[in-house]
């Protein structure tokens, strides 16, 4: 019956024609649907459930029949039930229909006129808002039209998860015009029947009640889709939840969830307002908003007390935060499937946000499957999607194990395109993939791997940079050259991290010449320029200090017994012995190393006045840098990889600082098919056959 029902989305989009003429936008059209649409679901829903009822246990007494209806908690509209009046109905006359319209919304029970936003004059939110947009399309004089439109489509015949069906197609639609996030709510059929495959892959029929969570529900597309399809297979009793912050999508949930047995959908924002906190479920499915900054909601996730979150991701991106949250309410043998964009495999280096919290994924060993979808295969946008399948209770045989199922090319073209979905999976496509998971082996389109594979070092290590004979600065130097300060303890000699200096001058060479510095503690300026020395230090000496480069400005530090500078060459400090007091010049290279200038004001004490303070160091010229390394878990064999790889790689002298492991999943590498280069004999061939056919070109043109 599913495929009867959408001979009416056409019907629905009919009802847009009045919109365009009445000169709405197209991207409001969203919001001057959905209410009719609601109300349309609502109404054949109730007329469905009277009709059963009556069946069951007649009508003759309409008092009863009422009581036992109210009964039922699926809403009521005595305007209907009791006179059995419709939509069409009331549309019969546009004379009275404005009376008979309102009495009609009027009569539905307090909680569908709150989520239709039937009252005005509330504070509160009014969902679908039907009362306003009913008052905007009547001041265009397009109420009846519109109102009657919708009334001639009759949803009655049809179950409530073939008018799930049917409102996803709507919902699709709504997504492409009004510039939704991409991929935010909308679940293609499709993909909701391969999670369902999945998902029914994994239990087993029994009277136990099967707990479902959604906590980015929308419109609840994907949480009853799911639902619905685990129905078609198991006997087995389900109970919805779900939750969602979008107004009228919101409503729509709500209002499918009172025509199911068990079903309970909350309003607000999943990642602050920890509705279901107490929960755990049975499944949990998702499609959460991916590129979506939180920003807005940043100290109530900081402050967050119920420990759902280890680390935080990029603020620009929640993706993360909804998949800690699903993972908190997910039971000890409990299976989830989550929709991502790539930027969760990958994102974030060791020790980043995005990093720890995969880290804490596969360390928790919750990771089952990565499926790697087609392009183009959801609604509004054209990117790689990944369906990640978490297990809390996995397997002994698969413990420690991932398998990644590349089902990118598993698709086929559509006929025509629905908005910028190009491509869906079929049957055969889904089954390839379901026996792929629960086979669990390598095959052409998957691997298996340890999940250890996934882990790295990111060990920092400090470079010690060297000149051309592979020398660096000394620290300290052997013996104490000029100006140079050795510290001694009791015992022995204590490292120093630099080379003070006390110069008489620095020499700089700039466009204008040679320019020296011989003030090394000022303590005067010039009041018609400066209100102070600490403003003469902050206005002209740090910047210009600031601003020497003794690599680019050939620079020259001259003390009274030397004179040092940087061979870019040779990549050295050249120390040149002797100074004001000696003419002979003997050029030692201490090797690789800075020449680091400082400025400091220092403010006055009891016996010293305030002053600016130059100084001159030399350092070696250290380097941070970061080594990504193969990770084993057991502590001896990675330290051997990390030795073995330093050993290999790095020629400079390092010392070890910070290691941190991370984890990432790239798809490409691992699906990775390099193009076949041809023979260097064919390609020859080809060559000369287009020599051939130039020179026969050639004389045909001659002639």
């Known amino acids: 019956m599913s495929i009867n029902i959408l ?12 919109l365009i003429g009445a000169g709405i936008k197209q991207s409001d059209f969203p919001k001057y649907m959905m209410p009719y649409f609601a109300l349309l679901m609502v109404e054949s829903r109730l007329i469905r459930e009277a009709n059963r009822l ?6 003759d007494s309409i008092d009863d029949f009422i009581e036992m209806f109210q009964l039922e908690g699926l809403g009521y509209n005595d305007y209907l039930i009791r006179t059995g009046k419709t939509l069409k109905d009331i549309c019969k006359n546009d004379k009275t229909f404005d009376i008979d319209f309102h009495a009609y919304l009027k009569s539905f029970d307090s909680e569908t006129k709150y989520l239709l936003g039937v009252d005005k004059g509330t504070e509160e939110e009014k969902f679908l808002d039907i009362s306003g947009v009913s008052g905007q399309l009547k001041k265009k004089r397009i109420l009846f039209e519109t109102v009657k439109a919708w009334s001639e489509i009759d949803l009655t015949p049809f179950n409530n998860s073939e008018i799930t069906t049917l409102e996803e197609h709507i919902k699709r639609k709504w997504a492409d015009i009004s510039a939704e996030t991409a991929g935010e709510q909308y679940t293609p059929d499709d993909i909701i029947s391969l999670i369902s495959e999945l998902i029914a892959s994994k239990i087993k029929d029994n009277l136990k009640f099967l707990t479902l969570y959604d906590p980015t529900c929308g419109g609840g597309n994907l949480l009853f889709g799911v639902e619905d399809k685990i129905k078609q297979k198991f006997k087995r009793p389900t109970k919805t939840f779900g939750e969602d912050w979008s107004d009228s999508l919101y409503a729509l949930a709500k209002i499918e969830s009172r025509f199911r047995a068990d079903s309970e959908i909350k309003y607000g924002n999943t990642l602050t307002n920890i509705s279901f906190i107490e929960k755990r479920f049975d499944i949990v499915v998702a499609n959460p908003p991916y590129g979506v900054d939180w920003k807005g909601y940043q100290k109530d996730i900081q402050n967050d007390t119920t420990e759902r979150f280890v680390a935080l991701p990029s603020i620009s991106d929640g993706q993360l935060l909804f998949t800690q949250h699903i993972l908190y309410h997910l039971a000890n043998d409990g299976l989830s499937v989550v929709v991502h964009n790539g930027s969760t495999l990958f994102s974030g280096d060791a020790g980043s946000g995005e990093s720890t919290i995969r880290k804490y994924f596969f360390d928790q060993d919750w990771v089952e499957a990565i499926i790697q979808m087609p392009t183009d295969e959801f609604f509004n946008t054209g990117i790689y999607t990944y369906l990640w399948v978490f297990n809390k209770n996995k397997p002994a045989d698969r413990k420690d194990k991932v398998i990644l199922i590349n089902a990118s090319e598993l698709y086929e073209p559509l006929k025509k395109s629905k908005g910028k979905k190009r491509k869906q999976m079929n049957p055969d496509n889904r089954a390839a993939i379901v026996k792929a998971f629960t086979e669990f082996q390598d095959n052409e389109f998957c691997k298996v791997f340890d999940k250890w594979h996934f882990y790295y070092n990111r060990q920092g290590v400090m470079l010690t940079n060297v000149d051309v004979n592979g020398k660096s600065l000394e620290m300290p130097m052997k013996e104490n050259r000029a100006g140079a300060t050795l510290r001694e303890s009791k015992a022995e000699k204590v490292e120093e991290k630099s080379i003070k200096l006390n110069p008489i ?18 303590t005067d300026f010039d009041k018609t320029k400066y209100a102070s020395l600490e403003a003469r230090f902050n206005e002209e000496v740090k910047p210009n200090i600031a601003a020497l480069d003794y690599k680019e400005q050939h620079l020259k530090v001259v003390t009274n017994q030397a004179t040092y500078w940087y061979d870019q060459d040779k990549e050295t ?3 040149e012995v002797g100074g004001k007091q000696t003419r002979s010049l003997n050029a030692v290279e201490l090797g690789c190393g800075k020449i680091v200038i400082k400025a400091a004001y220092k403010k006055p004490t009891k016996t010293k006045g305030a002053c600016i303070a130059i100084t001159v160091e030399l350092t070696k010229d250290l380097q941070k840098d970061y080594e990504i390394i193969p990770y084993s878990p057991h502590e001896i064999e990675n330290r051997q990889w990390i030795s073995d790889f330093m050993a290999r790689y790095v020629t400079k002298p390092f010392e070890y600082v910070d290691n941190v492991v991370g984890v990432e999943i790239n798809f490409n590498k691992v699906f990775y098919k390099p193009e076949k280069l041809r023979k260097v004999s064919s390609i020859n061939a080809d060559l000369e056959a287009l020599e051939m056919e130039l020179a026969n070109l050639e004389k045909e043109l001659a002639l």
Not at 505 to 522: A, H, M, R, S, Y
């Open 54 to 59: 009556e069946e069951e246990i007649g009508k």
């Open 505 to 522: 001058k620095i020499q700089v060479q700039t466009d204008n010449g040679l320019v020296e510095v011989e003030d090394f503690e000022i």
């Open 573 to 575: 400090i050249i120390e």
């Open 7 to 18: 001979k009416y989305e056409s019907d629905v989009w009919r009802t847009a024609d009045l």
